[in-house]
């Protein structure tokens, strides 16, 4: 039985147990025997009971959408649907329908999605981009990287239905790719996905795909509706929002930022509800208001899980996102534990970059060098460590207790909620994104605190209680929205934004600054240059140094100097540089 977990952990990881020197699985006790991981992994997905009946609890739109899906999967003739429609209203309860409806028929259905917190929530659901072997570095015309004898071909072959999740995040570069590996394993050079049903989810309202740098038009460009295949889907729109009837003011007001039709003024800005607005006022209290808002009684409730995961704080940046965990951390009680990072530049044998240097740096994606941790706060994992068990980007955990190699968490979201997992320390890369002159590893635990997360990390997750943190206007398309529909009304939501005169005051006090800051090295320059002189024409042959550098240490003025120096040569160097005839002492 042992090694039987450790060649499916293996397996998982991409690995072959026959290639480590262990002994044979005894078949007796092997129920995969002959089957491939992939395969058996998925044929035995437990269908959840209560999903069997949703199909009875559909509205119409859903409805339609499920049936003609199905028809599509029983015709076996093949096709592609794009399921289009803001949160919350129902994309995920179709999918649900669909794979309890062909899991009961003993069919196999694969379901994935670009963020690890959506497929999360499915049962089965996997991230696309590990799934499917896409590349890391993708252009137009990649495959995936399995082979047509691979576990993960033998799987697609036999599958009756591929979800896709979240595809309006995703670049088109990789749909594509997964495109032209089914027409390849296939063998069907002229159907799209080999003759497959593919159902893509999304909402464009929301974020777009991440392009490093790039401009709007670059955004769109990557973007699955400038792919050749989206004219070949046929296209789903859920427009019933399953929570309109909380809030209907709060749904349509969403709907009108995610489309761009809400007012605006002539700079392009939006008005926000003052009711969901905690006034700015310049002072850093105003930050604590907001934390203060969103986790109330904090202390009193920090072994509460339900109210740990509950809440959130969203910001654009990291270091604004950084700056809020860092201090509800240190207001947050429980036994604590701080772990620090091994950092190493790959291929540095002279040591141009030593480790102090490469522990301040903290990349996108990556955890920081010091973890400061306590019992209790919520985190959330930034690699896919064991995806089949629940264990991928973008998981969210709380933190139970503190070994030195190892943390003990337990899974508070998803399919595997309850679950309690140790998380390792594992070396970690940052991405090409980032575009460092040289490359580094950081040995640490893949996790980061969550009491805030960035707009973009929040995607696909539901947050009863949100709170937005804009020091800075949004900078990209659908971060607003994003935000402010991760709350279920507005009741439940307050964003602290600074207001755009405040913003224009502080980049000129910032200007008048700088002006200043400059001007002040400027003069500094002068001065040093200025002791430097009087010091290398003193130090010629003066014989009292020690004097010299005593009071050049203390910036004493040069005729301050001339109390101390005896040496007549000294005296002479210092008339020929000042132009001045000075009496001698003697």
């Known amino acids: 039985m042992v090694l039987i977990d450790i060649r499916n952990m293996l397996q998982s990881m991409g690995k072959d147990i026959k290639t480590f020197p262990l002994p044979e699985i005894d078949e007796m006790y092997d129920d995969a025997n002959g089957i491939p991981h992939e395969i058996f992994e998925e044929a035995t997905v437990e269908v959840n009971f209560d999903d069997v009946s949703l199909v009875n609890s559909l509205n119409q739109e859903q409805r339609d959408a499920y049936e003609e899906i199905m028809a599509t999967i029983d015709s076996d003739k093949g096709g592609l649907f794009f399921v289009d429609g803001p949160s919350s209203t129902g994309k995920t309860?179709?999918?649900?329908?669909?794979?309890?409806?062909?899991?009961?028929?003993?069919?196999?259905?694969?379901?994935?999605?670009?963020?690890?917190?959506?497929?999360?929530?499915?049962?089965?659901?996997?991230?696309?981009?590990?799934?499917?072997?896409?590349?890391?570095?993708?252009?137009?015309?990649?495959?995936?990287?399995?082979?047509?004898?691979?576990?993960?071909?033998?799987?697609?072959?036999?599958v009756s239905l591929i979800i896709w999740d979240e595809a309006s995040m995703t670049k088109r570069q990789a749909v594509e790719a997964l495109d032209n590996s089914l027409r390849d394993i296939m063998d069907q050079t002229q159907l799209p996905f080999g003759g497959k049903t593919v159902?893509?989810?999304?909402?464009?309202?929301?974020?777009?795909?991440?392009?490093?740098?790039?401009?709007?038009?670059?955004?769109?460009?990557?973007?699955?509706?400038?792919s050749y295949l989206w004219?070949?889907?046929?296209?789903?729109?859920?427009?019933?929002?399953?929570?309109?009837?909380?809030?209907?003011?709060?749904?349509?007001?969403?709907?009108?930022?995610?489309?761009?039709?809400?007012?605006?003024?002539?700079?392009?800005?939006?008005?926000?509800?003052?009711?969901?607005?905690?006034?700015?006022?310049?002072?850093?209290?105003?930050?604590d208001t907001?934390?203060?808002?969103?986790?109330?009684?904090?202390?009193?409730?920090?072994?509460?899980?339900?109210?740990?995961?509950?809440?959130?704080?969203?910001?654009?940046?990291?270091?604004?996102v950084d700056k809020i965990n860092m201090k509800m951390i240190g207001t947050f009680q429980g036994g604590e534990m701080e772990y620090h990072s091994f950092d190493a530049a790959v291929d540095d044998p002279r040591n141009y970059y030593p480790a102090e240097f490469l522990n301040t740096l903290t990349p996108n994606g990556l955890p920081p060098h010091v973890l400061k941790l306590k019992v209790g706060c919520p985190v959330i994992l930034?690699?896919?460590?064991?995806?089949?068990?629940?264990?991928?980007?973008?998981?969210?955990?709380?933190?139970?207790?503190?070994?030195?190699?190892t943390i003990d968490a337990e899974i508070v979201l998803g399919q595997h909620a309850g679950k309690r997992v140790f998380l390792p320390r594992i070396p970690l890369c940052p991405s090409d994104d980032e575009m460092f002159p040289f490359q580094f590893k950081r040995k640490q635990f893949p996790i980061r605190l969550s009491f805030a997360m960035t707009v973009n990390k929040s995607q696909g997750q539901t947050i009863p209680h949100v709170g937005v943190y804009l020091p800075e206007p949004v900078f990209s398309h659908g971060q607003l929205y994003v935000a402010m529909s991760r709350a279920t009304s507005r009741k439940n939501?307050?964003?602290?934004?600074?207001?755009?005169?405040?913003?224009?005051?502080?980049?000129?006090?910032?200007?008048?600054?700088?002006?200043?800051?400059?001007?002040?090295?400027?003069?500094?320059?002068?001065?040093?240059?200025?002791?430097?002189?009087?010091?290398?024409?003193?130090?010629?042959?003066?014989?009292?140094?020690?004097?010299?550098?005593?009071?050049?240490h203390y910036r004493c003025e040069v005729w301050s100097w001339v109390y101390y120096l005896r040496s007549p040569y000294s005296m002479l160097m210092m008339q020929?540089?000042?132009?001045?005839?000075?009496?001698s002492s003697e």
């Open 93 to 158: 309860f179709l999918y649900r329908s669909l794979l309890a409806t062909l899991r009961t028929q003993n069919k196999l259905a694969v379901v994935t999605a670009t963020s690890g917190v959506a497929a999360s929530i499915m049962p089965g659901g996997r991230m696309a981009h590990s799934h499917f072997k896409i590349p890391l570095t993708i252009e137009n015309g990649s495959f995936c990287s399995f082979t047509k004898q691979s576990g993960t071909a033998k799987l697609l072959r036999q």
């Open 199 to 226: 159902v893509f989810g999304g909402d464009f309202r929301q974020v777009l795909p991440v392009v490093r740098r790039g401009s709007r038009a670059q955004i769109v460009d990557a973007s699955l509706r400038r």
């Open 231 to 287: 004219g070949s889907m046929r296209h789903l729109k859920l427009v019933r929002n399953m929570r309109a009837q909380r809030d209907p003011w709060f749904t349509d007001y969403l709907l009108r930022i995610g489309g761009g039709t809400e007012e605006v003024n002539s700079d392009g800005e939006v008005k926000l509800p003052d009711e969901i607005c905690i006034p700015y006022t310049r002072k850093s209290s105003d930050l």
């Open 290 to 320: 907001l934390i203060n808002s969103i986790f109330p009684n904090l202390n009193e409730n920090m072994l509460n899980k339900d109210y740990i995961t509950s809440r959130a704080i969203l910001s654009t940046r990291n270091d604004w």
């Open 382 to 405: 930034l690699r896919n460590i064991d995806p089949a068990n629940g264990l991928c980007n973008g998981t969210r955990l709380v933190v139970l207790g503190f070994q030195r190699n």
């Open 493 to 552: 939501i307050k964003i602290l934004a600074k207001p755009p005169n405040a913003i224009e005051e502080d980049e000129e006090t910032n200007k008048i600054e700088k002006r200043k800051k400059k001007k002040g090295k400027k003069n500094s320059r002068k001065q040093k240059r200025l002791r430097t002189n009087i010091f290398q024409l003193v130090m010629v042959r003066s014989p009292k140094i020690l004097y010299i550098r005593r009071f050049l």
């Open 576 to 583: 020929r540089y000042s132009g001045k005839v000075l009496k």
